[in-house]
């Protein structure tokens, strides 16, 4: 647990830059299907919350390290190390993010421009989260530098992504237009990425443990991290339940979509927990 | 020239004179320490049935730093290059003035050699002791060991008295390839044997 508090700020980044940077998949995915007001093809202010959500994430990170002033130092190691691609990737998305923000607010994008570019954002927001999973390679800790934490990394992305994105396409008055197609692509992205992030994370567990160590009971720290597992698969399946519900019951579409989103939140909150927990190296 | 260190596990007798020479040099504070020891016991007593006791217990001690990895693991996920290996020397050292202090070095190192400092605000380490070594010396805890159980210098002179750099309680060697050459005693095992244990957990953690 006392390594779960030191790594808050990390938890609290890797799970909120996830679900804001996943939400352009279904704002993008209802901009191509389903046709849009000429006049309002956009998603107008609330484009900015995935930006505030990823903002509030990269806040977050700034409180892991100790001098932040040092942040634009970090730059120096691209391609060498790991954080620093990340920081890169994470940095060139929130920009595009933000660019987006300004430009859909500001009314200057056509309904071609803003599809495409929230097709190139939700594909950058794959690479984001596909770069967040790459952080953790360090080769002495093998659960984190195994594939499965960057499968996990991006299955985590399109399911939080998956329930933000619907309740912004349902705020922005969409989802009543949006045909029911959408939403079963939805629905089967956020089923498919609940499955590999927990197979993913289960796989991360079964690496530690069969480490051998001196000092870890490393079956104990598994088993503490299984529990997290179970607690995220668990929150999930709600989380899936209750998108579904709001995607085939108008009616009940909008609170569906706010407890789909705290279902999902919570789920990626305790999956980042197992993560962390199996900082596992292989010294003693 | 590339340089390395020596340890023969034979000599040692796990005194700290290391440990505490290199504290003393460098000022550290009681909870800090560059240079640690691990006690490293295996075996067992038993009593036959005419109350004859037996045993099989070994003991020995591993004196480790920083090995100055030829393949160093800090170095590789450094975001801001604080952690830097001497091209000429090979000792790795932090820029304190660089250094984010977001800990990656303290998780990828597999010999614990890293520490946050948070009341610097950067990680701390052993240096090499490397301006003792741009004046031609060797690292203090070199000098202050009794057994003369330690060595630094050439890697090619190091390495021809060395055997091994594999040695319990330190991870395989394939990791980071420590600049460590290891003359192990007859009792020391390798390769996270399963009956030795680390006796002394609470002073090395
Ligand atoms: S022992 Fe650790 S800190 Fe020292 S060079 Fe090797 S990996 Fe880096
Ligand atoms: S704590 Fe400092 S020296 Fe260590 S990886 Fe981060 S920036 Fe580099
Ligand atoms: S080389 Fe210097 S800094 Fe490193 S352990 Fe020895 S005395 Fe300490």
């Not at chain 1, 407890?259 to 596992?280: D, G, K, Q, W």
């Amino acid at each position: 647990m006392e390594a779960l508090a030191s790594h808050l700020p990390l938890i609290l980044f890797t799970a909120l830059c996830a679900i804001g940077a996943g939400a352009f998949l279904p704002m993008a995915l209802r901009a191509s299907v389903g046709g849009a007001s000429p006049a309002k093809p956009g998603y107008g202010k609330l484009a900015w919350v995935p930006v505030a959500v990823l903002a509030i994430g990269f806040v977050a990170v700034f409180f892991h390290v100790t001098v932040p002033l040092n942040a634009p130092l970090a730059l120096g190691g691209i391609g060498r190390s790991p954080l620093s691609n990340e920081v890169a990737v994470g940095g060139a998305f929130l920009a595009l993010c933000l660019l987006y923000a300004v430009l859909t607010t500001a009314g200057k994008l056509s309904a071609n421009a803003n599809k495409a570019f929230l097709w190139v954002l939700a594909a950058s927001a794959v690479v984001f989260g596909l770069f967040m999973g790459l952080a953790y390679n360090i080769a002495t800790i093998p659960a984190w530098s195994s594939s499965a934490a960057s499968v996990a990394m991006v299955a985590l992305t399109l399911l939080g992504g998956c329930a933000l994105g619907w309740l912004i396409v349902g705020l922005a008055g969409k989802s009543e237009t949006t045909p029911k197609s959408v939403g079963y692509i939805l629905l089967a992205v956020a089923v498919v990425s609940l499955v590999a992030a927990a197979i993913a994370s289960g796989a991360e567990s079964g690496i530690v443990a069969a480490l051998p160590s001196f000092v870890h009971d490393t079956a104990a720290i598994a088993a503490e991290a299984n529990g997290f597992i179970a607690g995220f698969t668990l929150c999930g399946i709600l989380g899936v339940v209750c998108l579904a519900a709001s995607i085939v019951k108008p009616s009940a579409s909008r609170i569906a979509s706010i407890l789909s989103l705290a279902f999902v939140t919570a789920a990626i909150v305790l999956a980042r927990c197992a993560f962390y927990l199996m900082e596992v190296g292989v010294a003693f | 020239m590339t340089k390395a260190f020596f340890f023969d596990n034979s000599r040692c007798t796990g005194c700290r004179t290391c440990q505490l020479a290199c504290k003393d040099y460098h000022d550290l504070s009681i909870d800090q320490t560059y240079r640690k020891v691990y006690d490293m016991e295996s075996g067992a007593c038993s009593m036959d049935e005419r109350g004859v006791v037996t045993h099989t217990c070994k003991l020995y001690h591993v004196a480790i730093g920083c090995n100055h990895c030829e393949d160093p693991a800090c170095t590789k996920v450094c975001p801001t290059g604080a952690m830097e290996k001497d091209p000429e020397t090979g000792l790795v050292s932090v820029d304190g003035d660089k250094c984010l202090g977001c800990g990656y070095c303290v998780m990828a190192c597999p010999y614990g050699a890293p520490t946050l400092d948070k009341t610097v605000g950067h990680t701390i380490k052993c240096d090499g002791c490397k301006n003792r070594v741009a004046e031609g010396k060797k690292p203090i805890c070199v000098e202050a060991c009794p057994l003369r159980a330690l060595d630094f210098g050439e890697v090619e002179e190091m390495k021809a008295r060395g055997e091994s750099h594999d040695i319990d309680p330190l991870p395989s060697s394939s990791y980071t390839k420590p600049s460590l050459y290891i003359r192990m005693s007859p009792d020391a095992k390798s390769s996270q044997a399963a009956d030795s244990r680390i006796a002394n957990p609470l002073e090395v953690f």
